[in-house]
């Protein structure tokens, strides 16, 4: 069965961490750009930073330096770990698998960040 499968969210406190996981089964991840997008709520999805095949990343402004965007093929997973969170990062986390030929997202997974 294709599919994506996010694991990780949960509260934290403000100043923070976690670490969100994007595991795929049914495919190779290790071929396609990863991206990680989030929703809040009342807001359009937004880009969070992506991983391309071979290892170059990109974030959103607000979020470098605080955000780390990994993936390890022989575990066909993808990470995004998220230090010194703040409330405004609080939304529905989407993992997002991106080739030529397909367009593959995870079922998202909520990141609140509040005291």
């Known amino acids: 069965q294709v599919q994506l499968v996010e694991s990780g969210g949960g509260l934290v406190q403000p100043g923070g961490s976690l670490r969100l996981s994007c595991a795929a089964s049914?495919?190779?991840?290790?071929?396609?750009?990863v991206g990680w997008f989030r929703q809040a709520p009342g807001k359009e999805r937004e880009l969070v930073a992506y991983?391309?095949?071979?290892?170059?990343?990109n974030y959103l402004g607000s979020v470098k330096g605080r955000f780390t965007i990994s993936r390890d093929n022989a575990e066909n997973t993808a990470y995004l770990q998220m230090n010194s969170l703040k409330p405004e990062d609080t939304a529905v986390y989407y993992c997002?698998?991106?080739?030529?030929?397909?367009?593959?997202w995870g079922q998202g997974t909520q990141v609140t960040v509040s005291s």
């Open positions: 997002n698998a991106r080739s030529y030929f397909a367009d593959r």
């Open positions: 049914g495919f190779t991840l290790a071929y396609y750009a």
């Open positions: 991983i391309t095949a071979s290892g170059t990343t």
